[in-house]
């Protein structure tokens, strides 16, 4: 079975993944890393390199080994691999690895921004998890406190609304959620509440 959980940024895409996998035991892929990954590459390379260049050489060079990186979770990385998303050639380098692994028995999760539009729509199960912005800035401000970093709020909601709007208006893979997808808004759900909500919706839908 095939789980994709589709969602915007600080949605807990992540979280509600990892726990479904565990519940089943299935594997679980964070597809934001690739991207991630790409940015990084891109980040490091400096300003004077060629971006979109260097993102796709990135993306056909990319090792799963870098997957986890610590570094790959900063903001800074996350509003970069924004921009390499929509570069039409770094998403199709990324296809194959992302369509192998939730091939692969027993099972895979999958989060991401199209796993059930063009990674994977033939999953059995298709989340399309949001949450109002606001909340969602909220969670992301009290996740790095709880780090011991710096959080301003109003600066990670500007950051939150301006990736929404660059995700969902890219001319390739647009973020949206599928026609057969069930959308879970968590704004009033804490993480145990979308995984009770989640597993519900599984049990009722798997085919
Ligand atoms: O989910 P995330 O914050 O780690 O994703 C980082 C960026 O990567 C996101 O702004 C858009 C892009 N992305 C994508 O285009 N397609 C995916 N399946 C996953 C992420």
Do not use: W
Request: hydrophobic share 45%.
């Amino acid at each position: 079975m095939i789980i994709a959980i589709d969602g915007p940024a600080a949605s807990g895409k992540g979280t509600l993944g990892r726990r479904l996998a565990a519940q089943f035991g299935y594997r679980h892929l964070d597809t934001g890393l690739l991207y991630r990954a790409v940015a990084k590459a891109v980040l490091d390379a400096g300003k004077d390199a060629d971006e979109r260049a260097t993102a796709i050489r990135a993306a056909r060079a990319f090792d799963p080994a870098c997957l986890g990186d610590p570094a790959l979770k900063s903001d800074p990385v996350g509003n970069m691999a924004s921009v390499v998303s929509a570069i039409p050639e770094v998403r199709a380098a990324l296809i194959e690895f992302q369509r192998s692994f939730a091939a692969a028995p027993p099972g895979a999760v999958l989060d991401g921004r199209d796993i059930g539009t063009v990674i994977a729509p033939q999953a059995e199960v298709k989340i399309f998890l949001t949450a109002s912005p606001e909340e969602r800035a909220r969670r992301r401000a009290r996740e790095l406190e709880n780090r011991g970093e710096a959080a301003d709020y109003d600066a990670i909601l500007a950051d939150i609304r301006s990736r929404d709007a660059r995700d969902a208006s890219r001319a390739v893979a647009p973020f949206k959620p599928a026609d057969d997808a069930h959308v879970l808004d968590t704004t009033q759900l804490d993480a145990d509440g979308a995984f009770a909500a989640a597993l519900a919706l599984i049990e009722r839908n798997k085919r």
